[in-house]
């Protein structure tokens, strides 16, 4: 059983946003929607690691056992946020209806110019936050992405915003050499977003508690923090649905801080405490959920068997 995000290829969602982008684009979304329904169909029926993974994280978030309609759910809402992914590249973010939490200590860093670390994850739509940052605000964003994982997804992106590629700091540098592309990045005033809710198979990882299980949170976005010492946000856009998105920001910390001699405990109780925000948003918009892949570390592998729906 695929047990790491990375493992898997670079298939079903990717494919269907190639497909998917023409009649998006042109058409208008309200058809791509329509459209969407066969090719979730398809997916539900050719894709039972991403079904497995879907029941087993709604099982978590909705408490209770997932229905068909709930993996169902889950897939459209994922589709739609993909497809919506291409309005906000392209600047049509006028489209949606995007409300707005920004507290007055997150304004004062994100203004101020000094550089500041924006930790996201696999929920909701990362696009709107961008476009709320880039487009209405005017904000420099830079985003870590790893060019070796999803080629063709980045490849894309990057053919609908050539600015995209302007703003992508390259993760699979590793070492000292990503450590002062993002050190360069920080002193320029600018805001690097990067994912705090995936490890790789061969990175240091923390263990948290997330949803009532084990999972394992990468330790890099709190290394590279305290090295950086800089100010640590949080961001969030879950879909609502229709054309509703809620956007919303929180200060981390100031700065993380870990003396030397309790170095690992310290990182391992940010990072717990940023599952335990990550699970306040993810309870409040569970089919924006986004991790298709064995993401808690003490599920047993291929249980929730798919005879186990009602």
């Known amino acids: 059983m695929t047990r790491y995000w990375e493992q898997q290829r670079e298939r079903s969602f990717t494919i269907m946003l190639y497909g998917m982008a023409w009649a998006t684009l042109l058409l208008g979304r309200q058809i ?4 969407l329904f066969p090719i979730v169909g398809y997916f539900l029926l050719t894709s039972p690691r991403a079904v497995r993974a879907s029941r087993h994280a709604l099982r978590r978030l909705l408490g209770r056992k997932p229905s068909w309609m709930d993996v169902a759910r889950h897939f459209y809402t994922y589709a ?13 973010e006028g489209q949606f ?3 707005a939490q920004r507290p007055a200590a997150v304004t004062e860093i994100a203004s101020s110019g000094r550089g500041c670390l ?6 909701g739509s990362f696009e709107s936050l961008r476009a ?3 487009t209405q605000r005017n904000l420099p964003l830079s ?6 994982q999803g080629k063709k997804m980045i490849g894309l992106l990057e053919r609908l915003n050539p600015q995209l590629a302007t703003q992508l700091i390259d993760a699979s540098l590793r070492g000292p050499a990503l450590v002062l592309k993002l050190k360069e990045a920080m002193q320029a005033g600018r805001i690097v977003c990067m994912m705090a809710d995936r490890a790789r198979a061969d990175e240091r990882a923390l263990a948290v508690q997330f949803m009532g299980g084990a999972v394992r949170f990468p330790e890099g976005p709190w290394s590279l923090a305290k090295a950086l010492g800089v100010p640590v946000l949080l961001g969030f856009g879950l879909y609502r649905g229709g054309r509703r998105y809620d956007v919303s920001f929180e200060l981390f910390a100031e700065r993380i801080t870990a003396e030397r001699a309790n ?3 310290e990182l391992q109780a940010h990072a717990q405490r940023y599952a335990q925000r990550l699970e306040f948003h993810a309870q409040r918009a569970p089919y924006n959920w ?13 249980s929730f068997p798919a005879s186990s729906f009602k």
Not at 80 to 92: M, N, P, S
Not at 290 to 302: Q, S
């Open 132 to 134: 709320l940052g880039t």
């Open 118 to 123: 924006l930790l996201v994850a696999h929920l």
């Open 263 to 265: 170095r690992a405990a």
């Open 97 to 99: 209806h995007i409300t």
């Open 143 to 148: 985003v870590l992405l790893d060019r070796e």
């Open 290 to 302: 986004f991790n298709f892949y064995d993401y808690w570390a003490d599920e047993p592998a291929g």
């Open 80 to 92: 739609t946020c993909a497809i919506d992914r291409l309005y906000f590249l392209k600047g049509r």
């Open 32 to 35: 791509a929607r329509l459209i």
